[in-house]
């Protein structure tokens, strides 16, 4: 296998870790707050920041790592609209994510204390930057397999 296709490997395997613990982390966090059970969510919510960390950060760092090494092999690729788009669209999902990782550690601080007003206000904003985040993360997995030459 040559340089190109182990990157292209490792980008598509990266955006696969991203997207599926970002919907993991999402289903737990919600049903745990769903739930009304401070103890469970205290518990997801210290496991989601963990997730965070050894999963999504990980995983991002190899997906710009192995998307900076495909367009070295390649820099015309910029040249393309649709590619253009991902890039932008991927700016805006690390700027949603951003904020919803500070979330997760007052969500798991508000919930070693008890805070459920505090909760409930920071799961609303959280939900809503996810909400927010999810379609454009599809919308990037849309444009990079079909390459669409019509932008």
């Known amino acids: 296998m040559n340089l190109y296709l182990t990157l292209k490997t490792l980008h598509v395997l990266s955006a696969m870790v991203v997207l599926g613990t970002g919907i993991g982390i999402a289903w737990y ?5 769903l739930s009304g059970d401070l103890q ?3 518990w997801i919510s210290g496991e989601t920041v963990a997730a965070d960390w050894i999963f999504t ?13 495909m367009l ?15 890039i932008m669209l991927t700016g805006a999902v690390f700027l949603l994510w ?8 007052r969500l798991r ?10 909760i409930q206000r920071t799961m609303r904003l959280w939900c809503l ?23």
């Open 29 to 33: 966090t919600l049903r745990a707050w």
């Open 40 to 42: 469970v969510f205290r």
């Open 57 to 69: 950060s990980s995983a991002i760092v190899a997906l710009l790592g192995s998307a900076a090494g």
């Open 72 to 86: 070295a092999i390649n820099p015309a690729w910029l040249q393309q609209l649709w590619l253009q788009l991902a």
């Open 98 to 105: 951003l904020p919803v990782v500070i979330l997760q550690y």
């Open 109 to 118: 601080h508000h919930a070693r204390e008890a805070s459920t007003d505090a």
């Open 129 to 151: 930057l996810g909400a927010a985040a999810f379609p454009l993360m599809v919308l990037i997995v849309f444009l990079m397999v079909t390459k669409p030459a019509a932008l």
